[in-house]
Nanobody, 124 residues
Framework: QVQLVESGGGLVQAGGSLRLSCEAS????????MGWFRRAPGKEREFVAA????????KYGDPVKGRFTISRDNAKNTVYLQMNNLKPEDTAVYYC?????????????????WGQGTQVTVSA
């Protein structure tokens, strides 16, 4: 099981930026596709972005396309989420997750290991 620890959340004004990090405990990190999800108050967990094990491909949820960028550094066992032009509707707890599926997926059930989450709050 991969232990995942998110960091980088906080309070930011609309239009601002944040970069989230998620560090994995295992050296086998490079075998996993990685995803970011979020849960806003009163809503279900939502797909944000995913990146392939080698960083060669990525996909994004419609609400964040063009504003968020996912990346990874396998030498540091870390995946990142750069969030620009933040909006109040981006307020949520953000989670990273690891998937052993052979292709990128936005489905929660295909991600086996999850971090505890980091709070992002965007003020108007």
């Amino acid at each position: 099981q991969v232990q995942l620890v998110e960091s980088g959340g906080g309070l930011v004004q609309a239009g601002g930026s944040l970069r989230l990090s998620c560090e994995a405990s295992e050296s086998t990190f490079s075998y996993y596709n990685m995803g970011w999800f979020r849960r806003a108050p009163g809503k279900e967990r939502e797909f944000v972005a995913a990146i392939s094990h080698d960083g060669g491909s990525s996909k994004y949820g419609d609400p964040v396309k063009g504003r968020f960028t996912i990346s990874r550094d396998n030498a540091k066992n870390t995946v990142y989420l750069q969030m620009n032009n933040l909006k109040p509707e981006d307020t949520a707890v953000y989670y990273c997750a690891a998937s052993g599926y052979p292709f990128l997926t936005a489905s929660l059930v295909t991600y086996r290991d999850w971090g505890q989450g980091t709070q992002v709050t965007v003020s108007a």
